[in-house]
Nanobody, 124 residues
Framework: VQLQASGGGLVQAGGSLRLSCAAS????????MGWFRQGPGKGREFVAA????????YYGDSMKGRSTISRDNAKNTVYLQMNSLKPEDTAVYYC??????????????????WGQGTLVTVSS
């Protein structure tokens, strides 16, 4: 499956952004989908995941309560709605996909399919 992330940009602290990730070349509805990020000088960090059947979500501590992951299988797209953004949320955000089975497991098992990343910059 190929993944194309979009929706990043420059936003002021306290603002919101919605990232999108369009998938192609695979049975999207069967894939567990996730979002990760990598900030300047930092390692990759798990943000959120959504199981293939949309019945389970799992969030990392960094954006829990401020983000919502969702999917539209008809559009082969997964979204990440981010609210109350902080300067420390500045990062390149990557979407990922795999046939893992659960959203929680995506935090532990590195997904096999990655998008190219979209840059989110939060100004103070």
């Amino acid at each position: 499956v190929q993944l194309q992330a979009s929706g990043g940009g420059l936003v002021q602290a306290g603002g919101s952004l919605r990232l999108s990730c369009a998938a192609s070349g695979g049975p999207f509805s069967r894939y567990d989908m996730g979002w990760f990020r990598q900030g300047p000088g930092k390692g990759r960090e798990f943000v959120a995941a959504l199981a293939w059947n949309a019945g389970e979500t799992y969030y990392g501590d960094s954006m829990k309560g401020r983000s919502t992951i969702s999917r539209d299988n008809a559009k082969n797209t997964v979204y990440l709605q981010m609210n109350s953004l902080k300067p420390e949320d500045t990062a390149v955000y990557y979407c990922a996909a795999d046939l893992i089975g659960t959203a929680q497991a995506m935090k532990i098992k590195s997904p096999r399919n990655w998008g190219q990343g979209t840059l989110v910059t939060v100004s103070s």
